[in-house]
């Protein structure tokens, strides 16, 4: 990815979103000719030169210290996840060449992570990385996400198969908009995080070849990646339509693995008393095997993926839904 360009068109981008009057300048009803504040009311804002902060939105950051980027952080108004991804296109844009060409994030999900999802028999639980790739699950993960699993099965039995991936089963799979029926706000943040993730990992080649699919294949996420939003995702609800067992809306929280960079553990959890809850027993019922063949690590647990899984069976569409259209 090209890091000039990208702190460019993000510096821009977060530029024009922010009004005269948000920023406490005067505009006195002077017709503007660009959106949100010209760079010379940054500049102001942010006490440097506007030549300084010019050169800084023509991308050579190199160099610049925290401080002043603060400060522009501070003029901009950036949010938490804003702050951080600028920090992140500094420090990779300041990078030696040599040590540009990092090593790749680990895909291989620890035996002892992997027992810990199948400790969690009452609990979605998965194991995934910045690109959205899902590298482990529990019995009740795959289950749930049927649908994503399913759609990254090979085409033919000999075809190499491919890790599951919610971006590309949200852009790509037609029925991701009945599965999710909060559809285009998922997008827009699976392309946020997709985004703080090339801020960090900007060399990440599976990444890079990603975002150019997606961008190619999907017009909605090339308007989306165009925006250069991101987001930091820790802790919300997220609602489903799954095909077995109906409508479910869920509490997740993420807990970042520290002993392998780049992997997170994602839990999903029904309020108690709640008809989510009841979906989700349904559901845990349906999935669970005969018990001679439930081992710890194998495919009734946490165990890597791709691999065998409960299959999700067709149910009832909800036509109320609009499928999207990927253009």
């Not at 009740?140 to 759609?151: D, K, S, W």
């Not at 308007?223 to 939003?229: K, S, T, V």
């Amino acid at each position: 990815m090209d890091r000039k360009n990208d702190i460019r068109e993000f510096l821009i981008s977060r530029r024009a979103k922010i009004s005269p009057e948000q920023a406490g300048i005067p505009s006195y009803g002077e017709l503007r000719r660009v959106p949100g504040l010209r760079r010379e009311e940054v500049a102001q804002l942010a006490g440097v030169s506007t030549d300084y902060y010019t050169r800084l939105e023509r991308g050579s950051i190199r160099g610049v210290s925290d401080s002043v980027l603060e400060a522009v952080a501070s003029a901009l108004q950036l949010d938490e996840a804003e702050r951080a991804h600028l920090m992140d296109l500094a420090r990779t844009a300041s990078e030696p060449s040599r040590r540009m060409a990092r090593r790749p994030p680990q895909l291989r999900v620890r035996p002892g992570v992997l027992r810990l999802l199948d400790g969690m028999t009452g609990v979605v639980a998965m194991v995934q990385n910045g690109r959205s790739d899902v590298l482990a699950a529990n019995l009740l993960g795959r289950a749930l996400y049927g649908p994503v699993f399913t759609f990254a099965e090979p085409p033919a039995p000999d075809a190499p198969g491919l890790l599951p991936n919610q971006a590309r089963y949200l852009f790509l799979d037609p029925g991701a908009a009945d599965f999710y029926p909060d559809w285009r706000a998922i997008a827009a943040t699976t392309v946020a995080m997709l985004r703080s993730e090339a801020g960090r990992n900007p060399h990440d080649r599976s990444l890079n070849e990603l975002v150019g699919e997606l961008t190619t294949r999907s017009g909605l996420f090339a308007a989306l990646w165009a925006g250069h939003d991101v987001r930091i995702h820790t802790t919300g609800t997220k609602r489903f339509h799954h095909p077995v067992a109906g409508d479910l809306s869920l509490q997740y929280e993420t807990l970042d693995l520290p002993g392998d960079e780049g992997q997170t553990l994602f839990t999903f959890t029904a309020e108690s008393g709640s008809a989510s809850e009841n979906a989700l027993a349904f559901l845990a019922s349906w999935a669970a095997p005969p018990p001679e063949t439930t081992t710890a690590g194998g495919p009734a647990g946490g165990y890597p993926v791709p691999g065998t899984r409960p299959r999700a069976q067709p149910g009832t569409h909800n036509p109320g839904k609009t499928e999207p259209t990927h253009d």
